[in-house]
């Protein structure tokens, strides 16, 4: 079982590019995430989606967009970057959203330059 | 969302002693909590969950205390190893889709 996997593990950007983090996951999970972690910080949610075709806001959207066309794959689109999006992602999936432990991947880490 | 903080950010204890990392939740609807380990350059990794309905869950060589009266979450991990060297993480929900992570706390275990 593979779990969760990202893609790319780094990434260099300039200021006004765009690009898409994937993640797909194995695990037949419905709910799916993605956070941003700061250095020396905990993880703050971005976006999520309680299952296909179903996505919502979470603490710091913008700036990001995400769709969730099948189960397996949730990626993050960042159209314009900007140097406070230089971060660590983390993509995570758990089988339901309530009281379930969240299953992570290794992480995106992006710079913007 | 509320805030979920840490006592203390770094903590070193001897190989084979005893760790306590503390936590402490703003929320007290907060109903479900989970530890997590992470490594340098690795995703975060489940270590335990707790319910609010329990104060004490045991795991392998991981306890987890529970006290809602003080608002309070600990994680004591059994004769420690190198391994266990990392950031530990707690989090806390409450009914919503998703966990509020504290700052974490960077265990490191002298060998």
């Known amino acids: ?113 | 969302g509320e805030n979920v903080g840490l006592h203390l950010p770094t903590l070193s204890v001897q190989e084979g002693d005893n760790s306590i990392i503390n936590c402490a939740y703003s929320n007290s609807a907060s109903d479900y909590f989970i530890w997590y380990k992470q490594e340098s350059g690795k995703g975060p990794q489940f270590i335990i969950d707790i319910r609010s309905n329990m104060d004490k869950r045991q795991g392998q060589r991981v306890t987890v205390l529970l006290n809602k009266t003080v608002k309070h979450l600990s994680l004591q991990i059994a004769a420690t190893q190198p391994g266990d060297s990392a950031v530990y993480f707690c989090a806390e929900s409450w009914g919503a889709n998703n966990l509020f992570f504290g700052t974490g706390t960077r265990l490191t275990v002298i060998p």
């Open chain 1, 1 to 113: 079982n593979a779990g969760v996997t990202q893609t790319p593990k780094f990434r260099i950007l300039k200021i006004g590019q765009s690009m898409t983090l994937q993640c797909t996951q194995d695990m037949n999970h419905n709910y799916m995430y993605w956070y941003r972690q700061d250095p020396g910080m905990g993880l703050k949610l971005i976006y999520y989606s309680v299952g296909a075709g179903i996505t919502d806001k979470g603490e710091v959207p913008n700036g990001y967009n995400v769709s969730r066309s099948t189960t397996e794959d949730f990626p993050l689109r960042l159209e314009l970057a900007a140097p406070s999006q230089t971060s660590v992602y983390f993509c995570a999936s758990s089988y339901d959203g309530v009281g379930q432990p969240q299953h992570f991947g290794d992480g995106t880490r992006l710079s913007i330059l």
